[in-house]
């Protein structure tokens, strides 16, 4: 409690005038504290893992830099720290082996997830879907790369309905908090 009281003081001189912080749920001792200091849950995040999925064409690769700007415009929510724009610009230029792929309807984008392989591993870094059947083909295609995990997906969008569809574990809630200096 001393601890967070120090950084926000020291937030608050240096010109801060927001906190954010993540908490996962099972941590009700930290929970509790951070509530008392006057933090507020803002939304909750869950942390998703699927296995290796047999179906690489459940959407197809698209560009890159389409993927990009189709999220962009179309989340329904700001990405968690962890998968910002400047995350995903930082992995690229540090070379991480970036992909994305798409889902159409008449040549139009209806989704696409950006997700980073790494060994025999996937993981989403962004993904934005009109609906929960779109993410599913979305996460599949993601998920012929290998076992894929997907973090920090805001509870309730299509994203997070998807995973638990296609029988996803869920490894961790968290609770996004917010504390106005």
């Known amino acids: 409690r001393e601890v967070m009281r120090a950084a926000m003081a020291t937030a608050h001189s240096r010109?801060?005038?927001?906190?954010?912080?993540?908490?996962?749920d099972a941590n009700r001792a930290a929970l509790?504290?951070?509530?008392?200091?006057?933090?507020?849950?803002?939304?909750d995040l869950l942390v998703w893992r699927l296995p290796r999925s047999a179906d690489p064409a459940a959407a197809?690769?698209?560009?890159?830099?389409?993927?990009r700007s189709w999220i962009a415009a179309h989340?329904?929510?700001?990405?968690?720290?962890q998968r910002a724009d400047a995350v995903?610009?930082?992995l690229e230029r540090e070379g991480e082996d970036l992909r994305?792929?798409?889902s159409d309807h008449d040549g139009e984008l209806v989704g696409a997830t950006i997700y980073a392989v790494t060994g025999d591993s996937a993981r989403v870094l962004q993904i934005?879907?009109?609906?929960?059947?779109?993410?599913?083909?979305?996460?599949?295609?993601?998920?012929s790369a290998g076992p894929l995990s997907v973090g920090n997906v805001p509870a309730g969008e299509p994203a997070s309905q998807a995973m638990e569809s296609l029988g996803g574990e869920?490894?961790?809630?968290?609770h996004e908090m917010r504390f106005v200096l």
């Open 32 to 43: 509790s504290v951070y509530e008392q200091l006057g933090f507020e849950t803002t939304r």
């Open 170 to 174: 869920l490894v961790a809630r968290q």
């Open 75 to 81: 989340r329904a929510h700001p990405e968690p720290w």
């Open 60 to 67: 197809g690769v698209v560009d890159l830099g389409r993927a």
């Open 128 to 143: 934005a879907a009109l609906d929960e059947a779109i993410a599913i083909s979305l996460l599949s295609s993601a998920a």
């Open 15 to 24: 010109g801060c005038r927001t906190i954010w912080l993540e908490v996962i």
């Open 88 to 90: 995903l610009a930082r």
């Open 100 to 102: 994305a792929v798409g």
